[in-house]
């Protein structure tokens, strides 16, 4: 349905970077459905190798297909422990 409010879930393993990865989830901020809408990502990773980054990605707008859509999303952890870690992927569909 257009201008419905959704959001999408989204999760993913960080770059491999000084020896470790991360994982992440969550979900995107909520918005409506209006043909070139993005979504916000924002959160922290698993703690690991004695540490946790926190993201804040903007998504690609929608890419319509079967019935739904769904985003593309890429960017870079906050500095932790002297370095960052890349994320990209693609939102869960969402069906209106």
């Known amino acids: 349905m257009p201008n ?3 959001a999408h ?3 993913g393993q960080t770059s491999f970077n000084h020896g470790h ?3 992440y989830s969550g979900e995107t901020s909520v918005n409506p459905d209006v043909m070139g809408h993005i979504h916000y990502m924002e959160g ?3 703690f690991n190798d004695g540490h946790v980054h926190y993201y ?3 998504t690609s707008p929608a890419i319509y297909v079967g019935g739904g859509h769904y985003h593309f ?3 870079n ?3 932790a422990n002297g370095h960052i870690h890349q994320l990209a992927g693609s ?3 969402y069906k209106g």
């Open 4 to 6: 419905e409010l959704h």
């Open 9 to 11: 879930s989204f999760n």
């Open 21 to 23: 990865v991360h994982q």
């Open 44 to 46: 922290s990773t698993t």
């Open 56 to 58: 804040r990605v903007t």
């Open 73 to 75: 999303y890429r960017g």
């Open 77 to 79: 952890t906050g500095i």
């Open 91 to 93: 939102t869960s569909i």
